[in-house]
């Protein structure tokens, strides 16, 4: 079977991504704490649409939940703000290139998350070099699993990312103007580049050790990098999506009536909620 080697054990990997586990829980508990996804202000600000079902506390949960679960089959995160935006040029396209480098960071961490698991740590021969056989644990087609989940996802970032930053300002504006989205997409974009590089060494010079360790060294840099600031990235769309698909939902078919944004009350918020859904019960007199 392929064996590979690292130049670092394995229990630093492991501690590594303890780590930085931990940090992105804090980051998204605070990032979500300060907006509109903050249950102190879930609570008073929505749904703002009316309810469609009236269905048990519990069942509306499961169900929400149960669609806020498949909502990346039908809909990838982060482009339904472009696919209904129809003053765009291009909104499919852009649409398509945020739905390719989701799917592509997707694959990509199937393929982590299988090595991680799934990776047969074994003696290596090599000093200063621990070796390990990818996805060992599910036998003969573990390499191609791990290697080629990865490779997939590889490919549809680097595709997806070129064409966002072909489209983006949609002929409004040089293609060149950064923004402060760009970070992710930059962060994911060499992380591909430099898992296909390690790849590269792994397969044409898994032993020397200066090739690997200056590879590894880079990769994992913008890993940390990357996976340190999704709190603060625009990645953070796709954390707050599954959020927002859950509660959303389990509000409309819970039966919650709908809420006014803003802090309006009396006559004038009874005029306009009952203008917006007939069905309500108003108080005001005519």
């Not at 590594?16 to 605070?30: D, S």
């Not at 765009?88 to 393929?111: D, T």
């Not at 504006?173 to 590089?197: H, M």
């Not at 360790?213 to 890993?223: E, G, K, R, W």
Request: aromatic share 14%; net charge positive.
């Amino acid at each position: 079977m392929l064996e590979l080697y690292l130049p670092i054990p394995h229990l630093w990997i492991i501690y590594g991504a303890i780590a930085l586990v931990i940090e992105m829980v804090i980051g998204f508990a605070i990032e979500i704490n300060r907006g509109i996804l903050a249950l102190s202000h879930l609570n008073s600000m929505l749904p703002i649409k009316g309810p469609t079902r009236n269905w048990g506390s519990a069942g509306a949960f499961i169900a929400g939940l149960i669609t806020a679960f498949l909502y990346p089959f039908y809909g990838a995160p982060m482009t339904s703000c472009h696919t209904q935006s129809t003053y765009l040029s291009k909104p499919k396209v852009k649409a398509l290139a945020h739905a390719l480098v989701w799917w592509g960071f997707v694959f990509a961490a199937i393929s982590t998350t299988l090595g991680f698991i799934y990776d047969e740590w074994v003696p290596s021969g090599v000093p200063g070099l621990v070796a390990f056989i990818p996805g060992g644990k599910l036998g003969p087609t573990g390499p191609y699993a791990v290697i080629g989940t990865g490779a997939v996802g590889g490919i549809l970032i680097v595709i997806g990312f070129i064409i966002m930053m072909a489209i983006r300002w949609q002929g409004t504006r040089s293609v060149s103007e950064p923004a402060v989205t760009d970070f992710f997409l930059w962060t994911t974009f060499f992380v591909a580049l430099s898992g296909f590089g390690i790849m590269g060494v792994e397969l044409t010079v898994p032993t020397n050790y200066y090739a690997l360790a200056t590879a590894f060294s880079v990769h994992i840099f913008l890993v940390a990098m990357m996976f340190a600031t999704m709190p603060w990235t625009k990645f953070g769309h796709a954390i707050y999506m599954y959020i927002w698909q859950l509660y959303d939902r389990y509000r409309t078919w819970k039966g919650v009536e709908p809420r006014l944004l803003g802090p309006w009350s009396g006559e004038l918020a009874e005029k306009a909620l009952h203008s917006h859904h007939p069905g309500h019960t108003t108080k005001v007199r005519s």
